[in-house]
């Protein structure tokens, strides 16, 4: 199965993640891993999605409440294969969230942050 999906889970290719907090959310993935690593020795992807889209807006609404409706809300993180729902679109390559996204960002909160904030004005 792992070598299956491992063809099909390639970088930048929209999967739909089944389970976990963000179930049912669609992300793209940055970066594979077939074989597993060290600490995690499964077929795993690091992902990037939208966790909140915006909303609908309409003239009536105040200032504030436009602002809270068209934020969104970007997700970083390790998914296994067996929780990714792969489709059949890709994002083109000129959009590129590896320059963006990275492990050693993922491990640290300050830099954590910084890459969602980046990642916001990407997506």
């Known amino acids: 199965q792992t070598n299956k999906m491992g ?34 020795k499964f077929s795993h992807a690091l992902v990037a999605g939208i966790r909140k889209y ?34 059949r679109f890709m994002v083109k390559e000129d959009i590129d969230l590896k320059s963006v996204v990275s492990e050693d960002k993922l491990n640290n909160a300050e830099a954590r942050a910084e890459m969602k904030k980046s990642l916001k004005n990407l997506l």
Not at 20 to 40: C, L, P, S
């Open 54 to 87: 915006p909303g609908k807006v309409s003239k009536a609404m105040s200032k504030k409440k436009i602002e809270r409706r068209t934020r969104l809300i970007p997700f970083v993180k390790f998914v296994n294969y067996n929780h990714l729902l792969p489709t």
């Open 7 to 40: 063809k099909i889970m390639k970088k930048g290719r929209v999967v739909i993640l089944t389970s976990g907090r963000h179930a049912g959310k669609k992300a793209v993935i940055v970066k594979q891993y077939d074989e597993g690593k060290a600490n995690k």
